[in-house]
């Protein structure tokens, strides 16, 4: 009895023995992989950070007239895949998306989202289908002289010479560029927002695009050394003002010679 009592210790003993090494074997298994294995946390860039909030933003604000997979809704708002960050940068910092209600042309408005947000949104519509980008740095490295000539020729016809904007037909007009920022300015002329055409790198190359930026820029903060603009908005109103003015001093003139005669 004595032998087979501690034959079933001996067995129980080493039931228990592979039971505890099995359990050793899964921990050791299970530390090794928590040691090693990527961390997603970890793999997380500023970017898929900027990604995912933007992700959260969309689907607060836009979804109604974009869609949720940003293809578009049929009368309410076309397709994001494939138009970059420059386009968020131009529509959503100036306030025209989101959009209030349709009509002829989005008007500028305080904007809804701050910039950060701005950029958040940016990196999720790019992250659907890239797209133009508005390259960092000073946008307003180029030439003056050159910058001047190219507005002239491409911009004045629609925003006039001045810069002031001008109409358009349908209802839709060329805005002023008062308060457009040099970012801003670039996105317009990467995406052709509305009514303006696209001018691409090939159309008009980076530095050709800081000219332009460099003599807007300038040019709206320039101050008029012969005396009032007068809105600077050309000829018309200097000659009424020239006319009416003139007119009574000329008649004041001459009343006043006739009655010293």
């Given at each position: 009895m004595i032998a087979s009592a501690g034959a079933r210790v001996r067995d129980r003993f080493r039931r228990s023995s592979g039971f505890v090494v099995l359990v050793l074997a899964l921990g050791l298994l299970g530390g090794a992989y928590t040691a090693f294995a990527p961390s997603s946390q970890a793999d997380e860039t500023p970017n898929s950070i900027a990604v995912r909030e933007g992700e959260k933003l969309y689907n607060g604000g836009c979804t109604t007239c974009h869609g949720?997979?940003?293809q578009g809704i049929t009368d309410r708002g076309p397709s994001l895949i494939g138009v970059g960050a420059a386009a968020v940068e131009f529509q959503v910092s100036t306030g025209r998306m989101p959009m209030a209600r349709q009509e002829a042309q989005a008007?500028?408005?305080?904007?809804?989202?701050?910039k950060e947000q701005t950029e958040q949104l940016a990196a999720f519509i790019d992250s659907l289908g890239g797209g133009p980008k508005v390259p960092e740095g000073n946008l307003r490295d180029g030439d003056l002289?050159?910058?001047g000539r190219l507005f002239r020729v491409n911009?004045?016809?629609c925003?006039?010479?001045t810069a002031n904007g001008g109409a358009l037909s349908s209802g839709k007009f060329a805005p002023a560029l008062d308060d457009v920022t040099d970012e801003q300015m670039y996105a317009a002329m990467l995406t052709g927002p509305q009514n303006m055409p696209v001018f691409g790198d090939n159309q008009l190359t980076p530095d050709e695009k800081k000219s332009i930026i460099a003599f807007v820029q300038n040019m709206k903060a320039?101050?008029?050394?012969?005396g009032m603009g007068l809105g600077r908005t050309g000829p018309v109103p200097e000659g009424l003002v020239i006319f009416v003015v003139g007119i009574v001093v000329l008649?004041?003139?001459?009343?006043?010679i006739a009655g010293k005669s």
């Open positions: 949720r997979n940003a008007e500028r408005k305080p904007p809804q989202f701050n002289a050159q910058g911009c004045s016809s925003h006039g010479y320039e101050k008029d050394p012969g008649l004041f003139a001459t009343v006043w």
